[in-house]
């Protein structure tokens, strides 16, 4: 039996990595990572595989662009050709990258059964790329995996077939019980002259955040309004980068003081860095996810989120249309929250590090 799993983007290869280690108690499948080369640079694609023990890929596309729309048609024509030559029995998507939009049209057009990870998350903003990107995956999917019970209701109300939605829990969590003591031994706070709980955790790196002048100008003046309450610690992904300095904004935040900027961060240093922070601002799903599992207060700048649980399970709270002044104060109230802080609702249920099991199991039994 043959099982391909496509990856893109940094939250692909966190997930695949817990999917591919529940694949190695089976014998009998031939599990082959193919990556699109969506992120190829060394700091968000090689250190992922090294941390993470990911296979080398079975495949990987040269991309000629990244620019979206020839980015999908470049990775459906390429991936397209190797369905059809290979034949697997499946092919594994995660997430709402355009690598997963690609790989679910390269797959329709070739007959191969789609399995979607992360199925059936909906934000209700159809003017998003990742919302379209998810509702398209899985209209051409065969097995809907779900991480949250919002998941099979969106599901179902759009007609999916109840057969087809399997709610298994968070990948993404069972990579983060897997790597967490690893990344305890790192102690990444320290080694930048933090104590623990003691700063802010920022990531920001949607396009809709960062390629409009006049949000991201909000955000920095945010971060500098707010690095008053806790130094700031800011991974810059390198789309992030380009956009501050095209609109001349990464100076004021290298000129700030208690602003700490770094490289993008491999896995384990990463998540040593959130579960030590005293607050994470971010406009990632997985981070939000993250910060929920560890009790970590989180500000998310979205006006929607496709991860409610988040919000009624976690310390996830959403600002966007707010002003800055009025985001200060969201920021400083939040701040008080602490890990201590009990949960509202409890742990997310089935984020139980055996969500890559039930997915494998479901799918090697159907196959």
């Known amino acids: 039996m043959k099982v391909f799993a496509l990856v893109g983007a940094r939250p692909n290869f966190i997930k695949i990595a817990a999917l591919e280690r529940a694949f190695r108690s089976k014998s009998a499948v031939d599990f082959n990572i193919i990556h699109t080369g969506q992120h190829s640079a060394p700091e968000m694609y090689d250190r992922f595989f090294e941390q993470l023990s990911i296979p080398r890929p ?16 470049q990775i459906t024509h390429e991936f397209g050709d190797l369905l059809f030559s290979e034949k697997p029995d499946a092919l594994i998507l995660v997430g709402d990258v355009n690598s997963t939009l690609g ?31 998810r509702v398209l995956t899985d209209r051409v999917s065969r097995w809907l995996f779900t991480t949250e019970t919002s998941a099979n209701t969106h599901l179902l109300a759009e007609g999916i077939d109840k057969s087809r939605i399997h709610f298994v829990g968070n990948v993404m969590i069972d990579a983060l019980l897997h790597y967490l003591p690893l990344s305890r031994l790192l102690d990444v706070p320290k080694q930048l002259g933090l104590s623990d709980r003691s700063y802010i955790l920022c990531t920001i790196h949607r396009n809709f955040n960062i390629t409009r002048e006049a949000v991201l100008r909000k955000i920095v003046t945010l971060m500098k309004d707010v ?17 501050l300095q095209k609109f001349d904004l990464l100076r004021d935040l290298e ?67 707010e002003t800055v002044e009025e985001m200060v104060e969201i920021v400083g109230a939040h701040l008080k929250k602490t890990s201590n802080t009990a949960r509202t609702g409890g742990a997310p249920e089935l984020w139980d590090g055996k969500a890559a099991e039930r997915v494998v199991e479901i799918l090697t039994q159907e196959l």
């Not at 690095?227 to 980068?241: D, E, G, K, L, Q």
């Not at 799903?285 to 496709?306: A, D, K, Y």
Request: with cysteine.
């Open 103 to 133: 790989g679910a049209l390269a797959a329709l057009k070739t007959g191969v059964p789609v399995a979607h990870v992360e199925a059936g998350l909906r934000c209700a903003d159809p003017n998003l790329p990742e919302e379209a990107n």
């Open 58 to 73: 079975h495949y990987e596309i040269a991309l000629h662009s990244k620019i979206p729309h020839r980015m999908i048609a």
């Open 255 to 321: 000129q700030l003081e208690t602003c700490i900027l770094l490289p993008p961060q491999a896995y384990l240093e990463f998540v040593n860095l959130l579960e030590n922070a005293a607050l994470v601002v971010t406009d990632s799903g997985g981070v939000q996810e993250e910060s929920t599992f560890l009790n970590i207060p989180c500000i998310t700048f979205r006006p929607s989120t496709e991860r409610p649980v988040t919000l009624t399970n976690g310390l996830n709270r959403l600002i966007y249309h």
């Open 227 to 243: 690095s008053r309450y806790a130094p700031i610690v800011f991974p810059v992904h390198p789309n992030t980068a380009f956009w």
